[in-house]
Structure formats: C-alpha cells, structure tokens
C-alpha cells in the first residue's frame, strides 16, 4: 500500500510540475516527554539537597563550599572528565546543556521542587506579587485610568469653543465656535506646531451648536444658530442642506422642515443616513442624508398643559430606538423612534423651569442617563424608574446652552465641565464616581469656562473646548493610543532655501549699445517734442468749419439743441408780415379744399377777413430797432 501511495503521488507531482508535497510533519509523543520532565525534575531536586548536605558538612569540618569546586578544578583533566561523565550518566537524563550553560551558576540556584516551569513563565518573587496586587488596584480603581499626565493645546481662535467632534477611529478632530470657524484637525497629519489643516465658514455668519462625525465617519453633521442643518465630507465640502419649512404654518407637523434656530443635533448610532434636529420651533425631526427635501418624522414636546415646549438638547439611545430631548421648562421627554405622537418616558421636573437642559447622555449600557441642567445640576437617572434621578451632584456652574457631559469608556466615570466669569478663577473639568456620585477626581483646566468634552473610548484621550478658543487634550503615554501622541512624534519640517549665485548677470536685449536709445542732454528739446504730441499735451480740438462732423456741430453751438434754437427758431430771414404769409394760400383753400374745408362745408359759413387796419400799416412802418424780439 504505501509503494501505492508513493507512486501515485509521484505520479501527481509529475503531472503539477513540482517536486514533491514538502517534508511530513514531525510527531511527538507527549505522554513520554511529560515522564521524562518529571524524572528530570525530581533527579534535579535529589542532587540539589545532596549539595546541600554536603556543604552543611564541609561547614562542620571547617572547609567552605569553594575549597570543594577549587579540588575540582585542580584535579586532572581526565578525572574531571571521568567524574562529569559518570555524574551525567547517573543523574541526568533528557537534552544536553547548551554550550554558554557555566555549571558553577547551579550550586547558587535556588531549591527547586517539583516540575520545572513551562517557557516563557518566571517564577513570581514577593516584589512581584506587590505588583500584580498594586496592578489589581488599579484596575478597580477608575481614577487611576484618567489620562491626564500629559497635554497639548490646539488654538481654534479668540472666541468660545461651541463644538468639538471626533471620527470613530480618532484620527481627525473637528472643533467650531462663536467665531462662525470650523477647523479640521488631523492628528496623523500634524507636527509640533499643531497647526489646523483647513478652516471654513459653513453657516455664513451664524455661531456653531454642535458638530458630529457619523457611524462610518465619512460626513460631519454641521449644527448652527441657522434654521438649516448641513452635513459635510471629511474634507468639508457640501453634502447636503436641509430644507427650510414655512414659518406662516401654525402646525410645525405640517412643515418640510425647520423654521427657527436650531439647538443641537446628533447622528442615529445605528443608521448611517439617519440624524436629528431639534430646534426653537417647538420640535425634533429626523432627517435622511438622501432626501433633504422632506424630514422623515417628527417628535413635538408639549408642556403640562399641553403648549409649545421648545427643545435645547436631544440624543439617541445607544441602540438607537429611544430619542431624548431636555426642554426649556425642565423637562426631559423620552419617545419611542417609531412612535412620534406619546412619550414613552417623561420627567415634568427632571430641571429648574426656565433652565435650558444643556446635554442629555446615555450610558453605554444603555439603563442610565445623564443630564446637565441650567440649573448648576448634574443628574443621573434610570430610566427604568424614571420618577425621581438616581444621584444629584449640585453648584456645577454652567452658563452655555451646550455643556457637555460624558461617560468614560469603562462606565464608572462621569465627568462634566464648569464655567466661570471673565477673570474670576479657572473652568474645571469635574469627574464623579458613576455609583457613589461622589466629586472624585477635578482638573483646572485655564481661566475660562469649560464648554465642551469628550472622552474618545478608543483612543482613551479627553478633548476639551474652552471659552477662550483653546482645545486641550489630556493623554497618557502609557495608557492612551494614537491621537495625540502622533503629531508630537514629528518634528517641524525645514524650510528649503533656495541658494542663488551672485555672480551671474542676466542682459536684456535693450540694454546693449547697440539698441539702446540715445540720452536726452537737455529737457528743453524734450518738451517741445512733448508739446508737439496732441496725446501728451492734450492739445484742445479745433473748432469745427461748416455743417459739423463726427457728431460735433458747427460754431453755432456745442449740443443739437442749442443747434436748432440758433438756427431754426431764431430764424430771421423772413421779415414778411404773418397775416399776409397766410392769405398767400386762401385761393388755393377755396378752389381745391383738400384738408379742412370739405368736412364743414355744409355747416360754416363762409369766412370773412378783417381788412388791415391803419395801426397795423402804422405798426409795419416802425423801424428795426423798435420791433420786439422773438
């Protein structure tokens, strides 16, 4: 059988064209090398404590453990020899020792009982059993998870930073502000001068609420003080522009979109298209990237008694079937995503009437929520009992519309920022124990307020947008990842001189002897040639002889009109009296009435003209100076 095998394997080979199907496999059996390890081991053990009852007897004759190696180095070779032989052949048994193996390290080994240790394991010392308890510490205490060792400090501007996003992968960071900016970070793409990649206006003149990449991360949803949101690429150029409904409708259901202020908006955790608004209108609609001309739903907060609520902020759930909004009359109103009519939870109290709720976070197990009340409150709530909050931690400063909150990464934390007045002290970013609610941990950030926060779950670095257009991230170089950690890594790229020769000259054409004109050695011959050029002196035109030309008229005047007055109104070359000027055509009227006359003939009569008088024949005799001028 196995010639068969063979043969019809070659037979295959020869066919494919190659040699062979490799080398076969090595087996061990297991069950042999595990007897033989123990042998190993207690063999070991029996020569370790023959050792040391042979130096506890040299101790008792006087002698010392190394007058017995020094007797064994002075023996003679062939003896030693013969003596490691024997000793080899009665003792050891298994693999020879490698050749930098010195055996003068196996009389200060310690005891070792039982079988030897796997590859790659040491064995523990008390040190490191400290260690592995202060490690275990750690792990349970969620303070000394906070990155904070180290920091960088990115320059948005002068104004408050409103808005602070990252990418799912955290390799870019969006910040915008009061400003109208929106800068792109790219954490990869930065050197030590951490220096933004571009900066835009999206929104015209109009502040910036609220930026957030989606689930993938290819398009950034732009929220602003406009009435329409927009969502942008990663490069930020357009994608699309929600619609603007129409303010003269009283039911904003009736509407295609917003038709005031928007508040806050975030992307569906789960749909990449999908994201939400909410807006001063009174309502939170949900929109498709893909149809910008029509919302997909919308979730209208009413008061006690049934009014118009407006919406300040509004989020998802983690599995994206909840959708939030805290109201401007304290509340907080949770619905269903498919069901946009009833709430599905609701809190009249959850905050201070009259207090804009600035953010509403849920926790990544999805049973807790947090909000950040105007109220100088930070709440924790479980929305399976969703009557009374679970923890309340108060005097919280906070004087922003979008303060943020956020839970870190493993759960325990919540942290949140304060604000302060100008010159007043400094904003602190606060962190506070998610079961005992109890202020843990605080960082001074800078004399301003603290606005905006993130603690990115995969980078393990905390973001944080200040009221002074400053973007601080806090990491750690042992705990944190990436981020930050790349743009410090590179160092500021050199300018490239470019190294010019003195020496070379370069010559025009014009500039040799030979086309160069010659030099003028007096200014006077100059300005008469000047003066003679109709272009340099400006040399007035002539005045136009006869009838005109180039639609200039004669001396009689400069325009047309002045033109006909002198010549055609003003015309004296008929001195003749007027009466007789007009009794030259009677004859004509009477014998061939052409115009006028033949439409009263039947009803006029016939005319009769005054004879002229003597004061007219009087008048004719004045002389030329006495007649009026027309």
């Given at each position: 059988m196995d010639a068969e095998e063979g043969q019809s394997d070659g037979d295959i080979a020869s066919v494919m064209g190659f040699s062979g199907f490799g080398k076969k496999a090595r087996t061990f059996d297991l069950s042999a090398i595990f007897e033989q390890t123990r042998r190993t081991a207690i063999e070991r053990s029996q020569r370790v404590l023959e050792e040391r009852e042979n130096e506890d007897q040299m101790k008792d004759e006087g002698g010392t453990p190394h007058s017995v190696k020094k007797s064994l180095k002075s023996a003679p070779a062939s003896a030693r020899k013969r003596s490691e032989s024997s000793s080899d052949s009665d003792s050891e048994i298994g693999p020879p020792l490698p050749p930098q193996h010195n055996p003068e390290d196996d009389d200060d080994e310690e005891e070792l009982v039982g079988p030897p240790l796997p590859p790659g394991y040491t064995a523990h010392s008390e040190d490191d059993e400290d260690e592995g308890e202060a490690q275990d510490e750690d792990d349970d205490d969620p303070v000394k998870k906070i990155p904070d060792t180290h920091e960088i400090t990115l320059q948005h501007g002068t104004k408050t930073v409103s808005a602070l996003g990252l990418d799912p992968s955290g390799a870019r960071l969006v910040s915008g502000g009061y400003d109208f900016d929106v800068r792109f970070w790219d954490f990869a793409g930065m050197d030590q001068t951490l220096q933004a990649f571009r900066t835009l206006q999206p929104c015209e003149c109009h502040q910036i609420k609220s930026l957030q990449y989606s689930v993938t991360g290819d398009v950034i949803l732009v929220v602003s003080?406009?009435?329409?949101?927009?969502?942008?690429?990663?490069?930020?150029?357009?994608?699309?522009?929600?619609?603007?409904?129409?303010?003269?409708?009283?039911?904003?259901?009736?509407?295609?979109?917003?038709?005031?202020?928007?508040?806050?908006?975030?992307?569906?955790?789960?749909?990449?298209?999908?994201?939400?608004?909410?807006?001063?209108?009174?309502?939170?609609?949900?929109?498709?990237?893909?149809?910008?001309?029509?919302?997909?739903?919308?979730?209208?907060?009413?008061?006690?008694?049934?009014?118009?609520?407006?919406?300040?902020?509004?989020?998802?759930?983690?599995?994206?079937?909840?959708?939030?909004?805290?109201?401007?009359?304290?509340?907080?109103?949770?619905?269903d995503r498919n069901l946009s009519v009833h709430t599905k939870y609701h809190c009249r109290q959850a905050h201070v009437p009259g207090s804009d709720t600035s953010c509403l976070t849920f926790s990544y197990d999805g049973m807790t929520l947090a909000s950040r009340g105007g109220d100088d409150t930070l709440k924790l709530w479980d929305i399976r009992n969703f009557k009374k909050p679970v923890n309340v931690a108060n005097g919280l400063t906070n004087y922003f519309t979008m303060t943020d909150c956020c839970f870190s990464p493993d759960d325990k934390l919540l942290i949140t920022g304060t604000s302060v007045k100008k010159e007043e002290g400094n904003g602190k970013l606060v962190f506070f124990d998610r079961t005992t609610f109890q202020k843990v941990y605080q960082i001074d950030v800078t004399n301003a307020s603290v606005v905006?926060?993130?603690?990115?779950?995969?980078?393990?670095?905390?973001?944080?947008?200040?009221?002074?257009?400053?973007?601080?991230?806090?990491?750690?170089?042992?705990?944190?990842?990436?981020?930050?950690?790349?743009?410090?890594?590179k160092t500021k790229r050199k300018e490239k001189h470019t190294e010019m020769l003195a020496q070379d000259y370069i010559i025009t054409p014009h500039a040799l002897p030979m086309f160069r004109e010659a030099r003028q050695r007096s200014t006077k011959k100059q300005l008469e040639k000047d003066r003679l050029d109709p272009k340099k002196s400006h040399k007035p035109e002539p005045p136009v002889s006869g009838p005109g030309r180039g639609g200039r008229v004669a001396a009689h005047g400069g325009t047309l009109s002045s033109f006909i007055v002198k010549n055609i109104a003003l015309d004296k070359t008929d001195d003749s009296n007027p009466r007789e000027a007009i009794l030259r055509h009677a004859q004509a009227a009477a014998e061939d009435p052409y115009w006028v006359a033949p439409a009263y003939t039947q009803t006029q009569p016939e005319p009769l003209f005054a004879e002229a008088s003597d004061e007219d024949e009087e008048a004719d005799k004045e002389p030329e100076w006495k007649k009026r001028k027309i």
């Open positions: 003080g406009n009435a329409q949101a927009k969502v942008l690429d990663r490069d930020g150029f357009n994608v699309m522009e929600c619609i603007k409904g129409d303010q003269y409708i009283v039911d904003m259901a009736n509407t295609k979109g917003h038709t005031a202020m928007l508040n806050c908006g975030c992307w569906h955790p789960k749909i990449k298209e999908e994201f939400m608004t909410c807006s001063n209108d009174g309502t939170v609609r949900t929109w498709d990237v893909n149809k910008e001309k029509q919302h997909k739903a919308v979730f209208k907060p009413r008061s006690f008694q049934g009014k118009k609520v407006i919406p300040i902020c509004c989020t998802y759930s983690r599995d994206g079937k909840l959708v939030a909004a805290g109201c401007q009359d304290g509340s907080i109103q949770i619905w905006r926060c993130l603690w990115h779950p995969k980078l393990n670095q905390i973001m944080v947008g200040t009221g002074n257009g400053l973007v601080k991230v806090y990491y750690d170089p042992l705990k944190s990842y990436r981020g930050a950690k790349l743009c410090l890594a």
